[in-house]
């Protein structure tokens, strides 16, 4: 077994295969046999085989998260999500109280924009153990689900100004959520986006807007560092000045009687 490890952290794999397959029939290393025997089969790209071993490792040892990260990481890249979807609901019945199926449920759901259903398994999380893993999870699925709001095309005005503030709500939770995790990259992403909703809604008070926008760019420009985030500091500058632009060209227009 400790060969197999090691032959497998040095990629040569069939080295490893041949030590780790003498562990298949050993009551107590088994589950980890299957488990790296999966690993090296992903990575050879026999997704199939890697899946059988991890199905099998699972039923062996269920409480162990790094094997249904393995298994879904699998059945991601392959872009079998209902699959996915459809074994880890099952293993939740199985196992209600691991919650590493709850996370990769709600990925899975984040990645197939079933945002919804992604909220709720983040959200049983938070119930059974409040932590800044799960309130990332939740963050990054209100982040995606207002960007998708943003980019969605519509030629109705109504339709899109209804799309810009649920994204602007979508940006204000996640910005929150971000910004209590101490998750500053995704807390300056979050307002960027609320920021920008807001210099977009095309109906309301378009100055109040604006000057919302301008705010907001501003202060998240204060909460980064030049050398750090370079691309995200010139896009909040070019931000703000475009927002001013926009502002300027509004108060100069000649009023109509």
């Known amino acids: 077994m400790n060969l197999g490890t090691h032959y497998l952290k040095s ?107 992604a909220i709720k398994e983040a959200e049983e999380i938070l119930d059974k153990d409040p932590n800044d893993k799960a309130k990332n999870l939740i963050g990054s699925i209100y982040y995606f689900k207002g960007s998708e709001l943003f980019f969605l095309e519509t030629t109705d005005t109504n339709e899109r100004n209804e799309n810009l503030k649920n994204s602007i709500e979508c940006s204000e939770k996640s910005s929150k959520l971000f910004k209590e995790t101490n998750n500053n990259y995704m807390y300056v992403q979050s307002l960027n986006l609320l920021g920008l909703s807001y210099k977009n809604l095309p109906l309301g008070n378009k100055k109040e807007n604006l000057s919302k926008a301008i705010s907001i760019f501003k202060d998240t420009l204060k909460k980064l560092k030049k050398n750090e985030y370079p691309k995200d500091y010139n896009i909040l500058s070019n931000n703000i000045s475009n927002s001013k632009k926009m502002l300027d060209e509004l108060e100069e227009s000649p009023k109509t009687p």
């Not at 992903?42 to 890697?50: D, L, P, R």
């Not at 392959?78 to 939740?92: M, P, S, T, V």
């Open 11 to 117: 990629n040569k794999f069939d080295d490893a295969l041949k030590h780790l397959k003498l562990g298949l029939d050993d009551p107590i290393f088994s589950y980890d046999s299957h488990n790296k025997i999966g690993i090296i089969m992903a990575e050879k790209g026999e997704y199939n085989e890697a899946i059988t071993h991890f199905e099998i490792a699972i039923e062996l040892i269920p409480e162990i998260s790094e094997m249904y990260y393995n298994l879904i990481s699998v059945y991601r890249k392959i872009g079998r999500y209902e699959k996915a979807i459809e074994y880890l609901n099952k293993k939740k019945n199985e196992n209600p109280k691991i919650l590493e199926i709850y996370y990769q449920l709600g990925y899975i759901y984040l990645l197939n924009e079933q945002y919804s259903e």
